[in-house]
């Protein structure tokens, strides 16, 4: 846990009571603004379930902002050991196990109709259907559009009119898994939210 973050994610950190660090890594940890919709998502929408693909800060302002809120379970999904290990320690040292659950989900070889990505193994996420679903992982140095699997991998466990969160939807990539999403599903909703590194709000098609 650091103290020595960028200034940027002071306010949230403040806002939060996040007084004995952060698991921050620069170039890794999702942005201060992205985390913003994403507490924001919380406080609003008042999801019972939230999914997230990679952990690390944004579990932990997920689990602060559903305490906060007085509702809400986050459940990420971690293909990286470590990252689990230090998520829950950072998780732990705010007393927040209860508000989140990490689930060690290695990267296995998922085949979908347009290709085969590596993509989280979903055997520990119990049936659910959420209401939030962060999307910032698996890393995009892995394979071309790297985050395009999941809404079809995840999309038996979103209630309808879910809120769907993609950070850095700047980049192509992103942007390419914006439109295939768009493609795919008819009534999925995109709208583009302040963000440095780019952030799409989707909403899952159906009653909210
Ligand atoms: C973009 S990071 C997302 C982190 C998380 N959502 C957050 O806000 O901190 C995506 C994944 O990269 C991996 N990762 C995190 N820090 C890393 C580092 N310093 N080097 C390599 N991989 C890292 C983890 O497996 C993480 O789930």
Redesign the pocket.
């Known amino acids: 846990m650091r103290q020595d973050y960028p200034d940027a994610y002071r306010p949230l950190c403040e806002r939060l009571g996040l007084d004995q660090g952060i ?1 921050y ?1 620069p170039n ?3 942005g201060a603004d992205f985390l913003e919709h994403l507490v924001e998502a919380v406080l609003a929408g008042r999801p019972a379930q939230i999914i ?1 693909c ?6 932990l302002i997920l689990a602060r902002a559903c305490e906060r809120a007085g509702s809400g379970m986050v459940w990420s999904l ?3 050991a470590e ?1 689990v290990a230090a998520t829950r320690a950072a998780l732990a040292a705010y007393g927040l196990q209860d508000w989140a659950t990490v689930m060690h989900a290695p990267l296995r070889s998922t085949p979908l109709g347009e290709g085969t990505w590596q993509w989280y193994d979903l055997s520990r996420l119990p049936p659910m259907r959420a209401g939030l679903l962060a999307i ?4 995009g140095f892995l394979q071309p559009l790297s985050r395009y699997p999941a809404l079809p991998m995840l999309a038996s466990r979103l209630a309808p009119g879910c809120q769907i969160l993609l950070d850095d939807a700047g980049r192509e990539d992103e942007r390419q898994a914006v439109a295939r999403w768009r493609a795919r599903y008819p009534g999925l909703e995109a709208q583009a939210l302040e963000a440095e590194r780019g952030c799409v709000r989707l909403l899952w098609p159906g009653e909210g």
Do not use: C, K, Q, R
Request: glycine fraction near 16%; avoid cysteine.
């Open positions: 698991p890594t890794w940890s999702a997230e990679s952990s690390g800060l944004s579990t971690e293909h990286g990252y910032d992982g698996p890393p």
